[in-house]
């Protein structure tokens, strides 16, 4: 028998119009569908979890630790210095720094309050926050890992004791967070679905192109009702 958990990623007041420091386009109006997947008792979920983007103040990824402006691309060194043994050299990624986003303990980090208070509402199944990004020195997009694959969240360890066979992902960004955790999810032999709708993303016009991303990497997307047949 299948067992389905509902991850929402993300739905943080700096990633939320008008006022977040790193807002997705049109994120608010997700707010109230994504509650409706929270309360509605048609949806039979066996586990409901929220991400948190969760970082120190100094955080490697943010712009204001290297002078440049939001969204420069720069290149980033293994945290733990490992050695490319191609080149020799210390292994490096290109990245984007970002605005500076969810500090850890403020308004900003916080999950939105109409979530908090679904969350809290709904009763009769387990519930988890999983914060993600609270190493200074390394990215973090997936809910379950750096973007290095070093330092693993407590996500997956919640997946399989819960015995979730199915993993369908909501949130932000579709194209960023949502993208690389569904990803993770699928690699790690979960069922793993995305809802398109009760997402938003940074760059929409690139839709197509993630789309290809997700379905390459083993997530279906779904962008009807048909999601209804997992329960
Ligand atoms: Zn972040």
Sequence with gaps: MS???LVI???QEDFLPPNGSFAVPHARQLIKP???LITEPSFTWSLIIASQDWHPSDHICFASQHN???FTETTFKHPCGEIDPDTHLVKTKKQMVLPDHCVEETFGSSLTVQLR???EEKPGIPKEIVKKGSLPDRQYLSCFADVWGLHK???LEILYSNRITDVVFVGLAYDF?????AIDSAKNGLNTYVLKN???SLHPEKTNATDKKYKENGVKVIDDYSFMELF
Excluded: G, H, Q
């Excluded at 967070?177 to 955790?181: A, G, I, P, T």
């Design 3 to 5: 067992k389905v958990a």
């Design 9 to 11: 990623i993300d739905l």
């Design 34 to 36: 994504i509650i409706k």
């Design 68 to 70: 440049l402006p939001p």
């Design 117 to 119: 208070l679904a969350l």
């Design 153 to 155: 969240t407590n996500m």
């Design 177 to 181: 967070c949502v993208l690389e955790s």
């Design 198 to 200: 009760y997402c938003r």
